[in-house]
């Protein structure tokens, strides 16, 4: 019995989607390899040589070669489950069969060939993947537009090459000669010397090769975000969120617009997620009630396997990893997130003492800090804190998904707050938190100027906490600390080998990405810590991690013509600023009230036109006929914030206001107190992750902002 079930198991891992998979790319590359290591002079061959003609032999050599290079190609279709691929990979096999005998006579490789179409037959039942129906449009355009590009490409070749042809070679032979020969039949031009002829078939037929598998690589490519999150599905998603009793500090993080959402048929329980390269990255717990979670998650992972999707999970709790654990999935530990409880926190005590220290040091170096929801920001704040955030961030992308919003400034997210921390009245750091539901925060962006004073973030942490007791807060996610455990054990006496080399190894590594100094950002507040894990199918972990990768924006394409339209968006609204101001200043008979006044205006309304969800009517005058978000007023607030922060500085947490780590990895500049520097982006301190992204346009001038972990 005990055999019966070891054989079963075998044959159920020998007929899987990745070991086919394994099995006919390495089947590829032997096909490849044994037609260019093959030996001529071989007793076997001369064999074949009574047998078949040279043409003949030669001709199976090639098409050997082919069909290796397809089968490679194959193997990614079939690691996704794709049913094309796994019909074209029998074809494949099976004229590999023939070939190995007809090129050879090697039918120790024909039987190998028979082995693995045994067991593409077996496990047929695996390969239910379709083509996703956004990829259909991608698929036709390649499949006109890449015979083309290699008709035109050998007819070009040949028409430079006219002086080794017949003198009344034509156009039109050219192009017939090209698409014949990128099928392996000779055409009809004639070439002056013989040798000539061989060199022109092989290369239009190498023509051919490249076009069938660029149109094969398009067939099984699985499309890849983002997902237009529609209006009607954001407002669904943002009602099924408070149905959750124990509502997650990544939820809100779902009404991401680059991802896509799947609400269960019950209505009270959705899953947000993202398709990048084959694998649907889903980001966080399910939304909704937990009772419901089971049927959201059982429809994602059916609607991954009708497409060929790898289904993942990055950065959910332990009671969703439960769940995930249940259909399968493997769970691994990712790290940790910092969890400040209001109630609980004080600068009091030794353990605070560096705090302490850092904020009473950036205290005498007139850091003020101001809380204020998003709802109440003017246009030209809004503005203003968007070309901060652009010039401060670090890197030439946004990043982040999990663990960041992607937006500023959006009507939607009034409820966000924003924590600027000021020196003589100008922005040195930014802190931009989104809902926990009703009663907590959880960062989303934090930027500082590279020219701030030491102490700028720990006094925005400590001046949140304070501004939180006062709007009646129970908690404040912070950044996201990667592999927390490991950095915590390694430095303990005792520790076991195991746990000190993959110490060293992350300490190594933190020379690139600051994952100890995520750590210790972290850790100095004391918080509590919340586990979040990464889940995914047996086998799969590679190409997840590569997908987490890029979803977070660590693995990308430049992007020049995207930062360049950013920094001239950024250039013109300062030019814009600054030449209404000098008009204005210029006006003969007009006090300065009046030219403030002008100037901020026509500014207000510049920056208005940019500003998605920010109506240019947010430039009319207040009843009192100041311009909404005008110098005037600006200065006024900022008055009234210097006084009141004045009014708390006896206080030892009241000098900033919520400043945290930046949740990126390779962030901006982080914390800055005497134990190092902090990360920049709140995306990638949450797990290596990168900042949030401070532009509320378009998602196609926008790149994803940075996760609280990676």
């Not at 669904?236 to 269960?264: C, K, Q």
């Not at 973030?457 to 455990?485: C, K, P, Q, Y």
Request: neutral net charge; glycine residues 10%; contains cysteine.
């Amino acid at each position: 019995m005990n055999k019966v079930s070891f054989l079963r198991r075998l044959g159920n891992w020998l007929t899987s989607p990745r070991v086919l998979a394994l099995l006919i790319g390495v089947g590829g590359i032997i096909n490849v390899v044994g037609v260019i290591a093959a030996p001529h002079g071989s007793r076997r061959m001369r064999m074949v040589l009574d047998v078949f003609s040279p043409t003949v032999v030669g001709l199976a050599s090639v098409a050997t070669a082919i069909v290796g290079l397809v089968l490679i190609a194959l193997s990614t279709g079939l690691k996704h489950r794709k049913r094309v691929a796994w019909w074209l990979a029998v074809a494949m096999v099976v004229m590999t069969v023939l070939l190995h005998v007809v090129k050879g006579f090697d039918f120790e490789q024909s039987i190998a060939g028979l082995v693995v179409l045994a067991l593409l037959v077996a496990g047929h039942r695996h390969f239910t993947g379709i083509p996703d129906p956004r990829s259909r449009r991608s698929i036709w355009t390649t499949v006109i537009l890449a015979p083309l590009a290699g008709i035109t490409l050998g007819t070009v070749l040949l028409t430079a090459t006219a002086r080794t042809q017949a003198h009344d070679t034509t156009l039109v032979d050219r192009i017939v000669e090209t698409v014949v020969g990128m099928v392996g039949i000779s055409g009809p031009v004639v070439f002056i010397r013989p040798h000539w002829d061989d060199r022109w078939f092989f290369a239009m037929l190498m023509i051919g090769v490249f076009v069938i598998i660029t149109i094969l690589v398009a067939l099984l490519r699985s499309p890849n975000g983002p997902h237009s999150l529609h209006p009607d599905e954001e407002n669904e998603l943002r009602s099924i969120l408070p149905m959750n009793p124990r509502i997650g500090s990544l939820d809100y993080f779902a009404t991401r617009r680059d991802r896509g959402v799947m609400v269960g048929a019950s209505r009270r329980a959705a899953i947000s997620y993202r398709v990048v390269g084959g694998v649907s990255l889903a980001g966080g717990d399910p939304l909704g009630e937990p009772g419901q979670w089971g049927e959201v998650v059982d429809a994602w992972i059916a609607e991954a396997n009708r497409y060929g999707w790898l289904p993942a999970v990055l950065a959910c709790g332990e009671e969703a990893g439960r769940l995930f654990a249940d259909r399968g999935m493997e769970v691994l530990h990712l790290g940790d997130e910092a969890i400040i409880d209001v109630a609980d926190f004080s600068l009091a005590g030794r353990v605070m003492k560096p705090v302490r220290n850092t904020v009473n040091h950036a205290k005498r170096d007139g850091v003020v800090v101001d809380c204020l929801r998003a709802k109440d920001l003017s246009a030209l704040e809004v503005a203003e804190v968007r070309t901060r955030a652009d010039e401060w961030r670090d890197g030439p992308v946004e990043r982040g998904f999990s663990m960041a919003l992607g937006r500023f400034g959006d009507p939607a997210d009034g409820e966000c707050v924003l924590v600027r921390a000021r020196v003589d009245g100008q922005i040195v750091g930014l802190l931009y938190m989104v809902p926990w539901g009703k009663d907590g925060l959880s960062l989303d962006l934090m930027r500082r100027s590279p020219q701030a004073p030491n102490g700028v973030v720990e006094s925005m942490v400590t001046g949140l906490v304070d501004w939180g007791r006062d709007n009646h807060l129970a908690h404040i996610s912070l950044n996201f600390a990667v592999l927390r455990d490991i950095f915590q054990r390694g430095e303990e006496l005792g520790a076991d080998p195991v746990t000190k080399v993959a110490y060293n190894v992350l300490m190594f590594l933190s020379r690139f990405l600051q994952l100890d100094s995520l750590y210790r950002s972290n850790v100095k507040y004391q918080p509590r810590w919340q586990p979040r894990y990464i889940c995914y199918e047996p086998g799969s972990l590679i190409e997840v991690a590569v997908a987490c990768l890029r979803a977070e924006a660590f693995l990308t394409l430049p992007s020049f013509g995207r930062r360049r339209r950013q920094s001239r968006k950024w250039t013109e609204l300062e030019a814009t600023e600054q030449n209404a101001r000098r008009e204005a200043g210029a006006r003969d008979g007009q006090d300065d009230d009046s030219d403030d006044r002008v100037s901020s205006k026509d500014a207000t309304r510049a920056v208005g036109k940019d500003l998605p969800g920010v109506a240019a009517a947010e430039a009319v005058t207040k009843g009192d006929g100041t311009p909404v978000g005008s110098k005037d007023e600006l200065q006024g607030e900022a008055a009234k914030a210097a006084d009141g922060e004045a009014g708390n500085e006896s206080g030892p947490g009241k000098a900033g206001d919520k400043a945290v780590g930046d949740k990126a990895v390779g962030g901006e500049a982080g914390n800055e107190s005497a134990e190092g520097k902090a990360v920049g982006d709140k995306a990638a301190e949450k797990g290596a992750a990168a900042g949030g992204n401070p532009e509320a346009s378009s998602s196609e001038d926008r790149g994803p902002s940075g996760p609280k972990a990676d």
